[in-house]
């Protein structure tokens, strides 16, 4: 079974600031870890995935996650912040040989200017 | 453009009624979702569908039906057995076996039970 915990259901940052939401999983087999994100009213989107292989992705928009297994985390990180980014961030586990994803409660991501 | 087409993007429903969410998808993808959101629960599967004329519970089925006729359709019918049926509704589609486990979604269909 698998499950994601975000912590943080709000996050603010202002313009040009690191963004940084937090993801922890858990997995009884090795995990495909994603992350989307959702504008309102509107569906999800991909931002990256990690598979296999490098431990450090990166996705659309300058966004970037890091695969840690000892620590069980798939934190996301932007190094500067734009108005744009402002949107719900969902982190999400399935299993290999993917049959279902399984997605975190969400973080909201604010930006002041 | 392929796609995921859901509809209709907002519904309103009176309390004792059938609603048939539509979901229609072009990217010739076996495997299609139904999740719902609520604020603050992020998305609850439930149900999915992996090939036609076969589907799955997922977490919260109860007072949801759907049907898979038709490898571009999957259509969800929130029922009068749904107690709390006012939601958000995703449809996601995706490649069945696919070792990258990637996602794609409409836009959604917001229900709103007066």
């Known amino acids: 079974a698998q499950s994601v915990t975000q912590l943080g259901s709000h996050v603010s940052v202002s313009e040009g600031a690191l963004v940084l939401l937090r993801c922890n999983y858990s997995s009884s087999v090795p995990p495909y870890l994603f992350w989307y994100v959702q504008y309102p009213n509107q569906g999800l989107q991909l931002l990256l995935k990690?598979?296999?292989?490098?431990?450090l992705v990166k996705g659309i928009n300058g966004f970037e996650a890091e695969f840690k297994k000892s620590e069980t985390s798939f934190h996301l990180t932007k190094p500067s912040a734009h108005m744009s980014d402002a949107a719900e961030y969902f982190c999400?586990?399935?299993?290999?040989?993917?049959?279902?994803?399984?997605f975190g409660t969400g973080t909201r991501l604010l930006v002041s200017p | 453009d392929g796609g995921i087409t859901q509809s209709p993007k907002y519904l309103f429903r009176k309390e004792g009624q059938n609603v048939t969410l539509s979901c229609e998808q072009n990217l010739n993808h076996d495997a299609m979702y139904w999740y719902r959101q609520d604020p603050g629960q992020g998305l609850r599967l439930i149900y999915y569908?992996?090939?036609?004329?076969?589907?799955q519970k997922g977490d919260i089925a109860e007072g949801y039906s759907v049907s898979r006729e038709k490898k571009e359709s999957f259509p969800l019918t929130v029922t009068s057995a749904q107690k709390n049926p006012t939601a958000f509704y995703l449809c996601?589609?995706?490649?069945?076996?696919?070792?990258?486990?990637?996602?794609?979604f409409g836009e959604g269909s917001r229900l709103t039970v007066l």
């Open positions: 996601a589609s995706g490649r069945q076996g696919s070792n990258t486990g990637e996602l794609f």
């Open positions: 569908s992996q090939i036609v004329n076969d589907f």
């Open positions: 999400a586990v399935s299993g290999q040989g993917f049959q279902k994803l399984v």
């Open positions: 990690y598979t296999t292989g490098a431990t």
